[in-house]
């Protein structure tokens, strides 16, 4: 995983010095200093009392909207058959040719989107179509423990990239009826846990906690 911020290869640690590794099921970060886990500690409780300030599309709204996108029908008549495709760009975007359908099923999803993830309350009556009950996404419970333990020398051979820890947040909606699936990647030294629930994610918090607290 890649973030913006300039990386330092560490190709040989200092194996006197105590390193850690934090693993959740398969995946696994190496390396981990004291400092290392101290501030992604921190990370993780900057970003869960902030989250609340993650900005909304509604910020953007404007009288100008509107004015950059366009949408373009093609009807071709052949051999007494007509067939028609769609067009749509914004920016870097594009949809090419393709069957009304799909946009059909793009205006539904975003407009599905637009209302559970950033919260706008579009009101929107289609003929034909009836509104759907959203329905909650089935909570799955981990089957791995989150582990937070030293390394063996064979591991600390392991080359590193330091990096200040950041974290990731994704919402995908699938389908219209269904809650978005949220998911949270959390990343340090260039290594991360990807996929997590919010409670996985606390979850590293705890445990980190209690060997802060063994540590003193």
Request: glycine share 4%; charged share 30%.
């Amino acid at each position: 995983m890649k973030s913006d911020v300039i990386s330092t290869l560490a190709p040989a640690r200092d194996n006197s010095v105590q390193s850690y590794y934090l693993k959740l099921g398969k995946e696994t970060i190496h390396g981990l200093s004291r400092e290392d886990i101290e501030s992604l500690h921190e990370a993780i409780d900057d970003f869960l009392d902030r989250e609340d300030e993650i900005s909304l599309a509604s910020e953007d709204l404007s009288s100008d909207l509107g004015q950059y996108s366009v949408i373009r029908k093609t009807t071709t008549f052949d051999d007494g058959i007509f067939n028609t495709d769609y067009s749509a760009s914004g920016l870097w975007v594009e949809i090419q040719c393709t069957p009304s359908w799909v946009i059909l099923d793009l205006f539904m999803s975003l407009l599905s989107f637009l209302n559970q993830v950033e919260k706008m309350d579009i009101q929107c009556s289609i003929p034909g179509i009836k509104p759907r009950k959203i329905k909650p996404l089935p909570l799955k419970k981990s089957k791995h423990d989150v582990l937070l333990l030293e390394e063996n020398d064979a591991q600390k051979k392991i080359e590193t990239i330091k990096e200040i820890p950041m974290i990731l947040k994704s919402e995908t909606l699938t389908k219209i009826n269904v809650a978005p699936k949220v998911e949270y990647d959390v990343v340090i030294n260039d290594q991360g846990l990807s996929g997590l629930s919010r409670e996985q994610v606390m979850e590293i918090q705890g445990v980190i906690d209690r060997f802060l607290e063994n540590m003193v």
